[in-house]
Antibody, heavy 118, light 109 residues
Framework: EVQLVEFGGGLVQPGGSLRLSCAAS????????MNWVRQAPGKGLEWVSY????????YYADSVRGRFTISRDNAKNSLYLQMNSLRAEDTGVYYC???????????WGQGTLVTVSS | EIVLTQSPGTLSLSPGERATLSCRAS???????LAWYQQKPGQAPRLLIY???TRATGIPDRFSGSGSGTDFTLTISRLEPEDFAVYYC??????????FGGGTKVEIK
């Protein structure tokens, strides 16, 4: 069974940093492209970042480029999101999601809540 | 950047009725890279449709997707109680890599 479990969320002050992790199991992690998607409270879904299966190709949304860094460790079946210079508008639930056919996200974790507030 | 506009914002229907949700793109979506998701409160999104019209594994056949280019539709033929939720369309294949629509809430009338 495919499982994605995010952790590392929490309360952080504006300007602070946080590192999210996503532990993958039930599939060959090194074969799949991965994404981070977030959702502000009461709002819609926003794509944050993408990383290819090898980690070579990486993309970011304009809203986080230069502040967030996506990475992966295929030996540990883990995906990461290093978030620096956090802002109030970065508050929300962060999901890791596995790419599938036509780049649709077929599997999602349960999400981890990030709250940026003083 | 491709912008996806979903309509209506809210759809009020009764169980057993047909639901028709629209997703319009500001530019042509490449090769059918259009997906639909369902999200219930407190849950992660669930993939319903990919490639514009292919149902994901385990999705009932009352859900169907259609469209191409800039106009796409999700149809729920007969609403079941568990179908009342928020639905998002998503495009991929164009920069930025993924874009979501603003969502359509299907609520009980």
């Amino acid at each position: 069974e495919v499982q994605l479990v995010e952790f590392g969320g929490g309360l952080v002050q504006p300007g602070g940093s946080l590192r999210l992790s996503c532990a993958a199991s039930g599939f060959t992690f090194s074969s799949y492209e991965m994404n981070w998607v977030r959702q502000a409270p009461g709002k819609g879904l926003e794509w944050v970042s993408y990383i290819s299966s090898s980690g070579i190709n990486i993309y970011y949304a304009d809203s986080v480029r230069g502040r967030f860094t996506i990475s992966r460790d295929n030996a540990k079946n883990s995906l990461y999101l290093q978030m620096n210079s956090l802002r109030a508008e970065d508050t929300g639930v962060y999901y890791c999601a596995r790419d599938g056919y036509y780049q649709a996200a077929g599997y999602w974790g349960q999400g981890t809540l990030v709250t940026v507030s003083s | 950047e491709i912008v996806l506009t979903q309509s209506p914002g809210t759809l009020s229907l009764s169980p057993g009725e047909r639901a028709t949700l629209s997703c319009r793109a500001s530019q042509s979506v490449s090769s059918g890279y259009l997906a639909w998701y369902q999200q219930k409160p407190g849950q992660a999104p669930r993939l319903l449709i990919y490639g514009a019209s292919t149902r994901a594994t385990g999705i009932p056949d009352r859900f169907s997707g259609s469209g191409s280019g800039t106009d796409f539709t999700l149809t729920i033929s007969r609403l079941e109680p568990e179908d009342f939720a928020v639905y998002y369309c998503q495009q991929s294949g164009s920069s930025p890599r993924l874009t979501f629509g603003g969502g359509t809430k299907v609520e009980i009338k």
